[in-house]
């Protein structure tokens, strides 16, 4: 049908391009801004959740069509998906199969998901199938544990019905060309439209710090640092250490097991008590917990082996940071160090970014600020990003197209 073009879509039209050539020639934010929604004051549970509603969202003219746009974070640990309407959906990244007949029986259901899986792990077949932020390639079901998780992720988010799912979808700074494609191959099964974005560049947009800033990502598997310099970050602005979240777990389980030889120590246990006292500095009051001896609970102050070990990761993190400060013209450095932006779930250790701080005292004055919803940062981004960028101009953003 044929329909004079109006003032209001030549406008439009003019805002969409301005839009796209500011990300082409990318620089900062929005045009067209739209709040993206969060939870406002609402506190937000550390656990496996769903959290819907909150403040939605204005009604815009992208809303009017049927695209649904979703964020998505693929973590090793945690998968998170934001959507439109503000719906959250946090479940951790494991995938479990009843092993046997008996195990559909005690189960009831083909498939379980997150932290129901990992209690029920004694009778499914279970895979985390995220390493480093990417997926598994080449090993066992890992694969379709992905795919199973991208959906139920997606599912978790209850789209209206006749609506069609557009994600954005953060992959690590650092993810090769084949685990970037082997990823839209598996997300278009389950979405209309997919845009990949490095993750580090998700958390910088949704901070609007897009330029001459360092974002440091500590998660499970790695910490990836990216240094943001107003364009699509490439290799040599960016660094991935091995050591995260899963690292300090296993000097944690270490560290007690010498400390309480007779204690039951896992590294599950290590990391619920990370993420409960977790400390690179002496706390005020001592760390005491209940750990099993020969079954019984006992107290016992766990201070000095929680702070030793979660402090094991601040001295690469700096050396990391330095490296990346080298990578800015020297006008630029005092800028850069009061724009260090700490994201991902292990941001959330008490007295980390003090202990940054710290270490850099000779530098001049250092900020280093910690992004206010670690968990869904990378996803408020990833989302933000596609609000801001119509959908059918999506694939014009190569980050696929790059290859690290
Ligand atoms: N409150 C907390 N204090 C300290 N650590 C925490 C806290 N909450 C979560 N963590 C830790 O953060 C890590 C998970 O962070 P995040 O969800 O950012 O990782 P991920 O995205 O799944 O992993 P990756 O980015 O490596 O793929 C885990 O090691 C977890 O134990
Ligand atoms: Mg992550």
């Given at each position: 049908m044929n329909r004079k073009i109006s003032s209001e879509d030549i406008a439009t039209l003019k805002s969409v391009k301005s839009q796209i050539?500011?990300?082409?020639?990318?620089?900062?934010?929005?045009?067209?801004s739209k709040k993206l929604t969060t939870e406002g004051d609402q506190r937000v549970d550390k656990s496996e959740k769903k959290v819907r509603g909150g403040t939605a969202k204005k009604m815009s003219s992208q809303d009017v069509s049927k695209d649904f746009l979703v964020g998505i974070d693929l973590g090793t640990s945690r998968s998170v998906l934001v959507g439109e309407d503000g719906t959250k959906v946090v479940v951790?990244?494991?995938?479990?199969?009843?092993?046997?007949?008996i195990g559909i029986k005690v189960i009831g259901q083909a498939i379980m998901f997150g932290k129901e899986a990992l209690a029920m792990r004694d009778s499914l077949e279970i895979s985390r199938p995220l390493a480093d932020g990417?997926?598994?390639?080449?090993?066992?079901?890992?694969?379709?544990?992905?795919?199973?998780?991208?959906?139920h992720l997606v599912e978790q988010a209850g789209v209206p019905q006749g609506r069609n799912v557009?994600?954005?979808i953060g992959v690590p700074?650092?993810?090769?060309?084949?685990?970037?494609?082997?990823?839209?191959?598996?997300?278009?099964?389950?979405?209309?439209?997919?845009?990949?974005?490095?993750?580090?560049?998700?958390?910088?947009?949704?901070?609007k710090k897009l330029s001459n800033s360092i974002v440091v990502d500590i998660g499970a598997g790695t910490t990836d640092l990216c240094a943001m310099k107003g364009r699509i970050p490439d290799d040599d602005h960016q660094l991935t250490i091995n050591k995260a979240g899963n690292y300090v777990d296993g000097v944690l389980v270490e560290a007690l097991k010498k400390q309480f030889p007779d204690a039951s120590i896992t590294s599950l246990l290590a990391k619920q008590l990370k993420?409960?006292?977790?400390?690179?500095?002496?706390?005020?009051?001592?760390?005491?917990?209940?750990l099993r001896v020969n079954g019984v609970k006992e107290a016992h102050d766990i201070t000095d082996s929680m702070v030793y070990a979660c402090s094991r990761i601040v001295p690469d993190?700096?050396?990391?940071?330095?490296?990346?400060?080298?990578?800015?013209?020297?006008?630029?450095?005092?800028?850069?160090?009061?724009?260090?932006i700490l994201a991902g779930g292990m941001s959330q250790l008490e007295g980390l970014p003090a202990a940054i701080e710290t270490a850099f005292k000779?530098?001049?004055?250092?900020?280093?600020?910690?992004?206010?919803?670690?968990?869904?940062?990378?996803?408020e981004g990833a989302l933000r990003l596609g609000m801001d960028i119509p959908v059918q101009h999506w694939d014009k953003i190569g980050f696929l197209d790059q290859d690290s």
């Open positions: 050539s500011r990300l082409a020639r990318l620089v900062g934010v929005q045009a067209n951790e990244s494991i995938v479990g199969w009843p092993r046997d007949i990417v997926i598994k390639e080449g090993k066992g079901r890992d694969q379709e544990a992905a795919e199973e998780l991208l959906r557009c994600g954005v700074a650092k993810a090769s060309l084949k685990s970037k494609e082997l990823l839209m191959d598996i997300a278009q099964k389950c979405m209309r439209r997919v845009m990949l974005i490095s993750e580090p560049f998700a958390v910088a947009y949704e901070q993420e409960k006292h977790g400390t690179v500095s002496q706390p005020r009051s001592k760390i005491v917990t209940n993190i700096v050396e990391g940071i330095k490296q990346l400060l080298l990578t800015f013209d020297p006008e630029f450095e005092d800028e850069v160090l009061q724009n260090i000779d530098f001049g004055i250092v900020k280093i600020q910690t992004v206010r919803t670690a968990l869904y940062n990378g996803a």
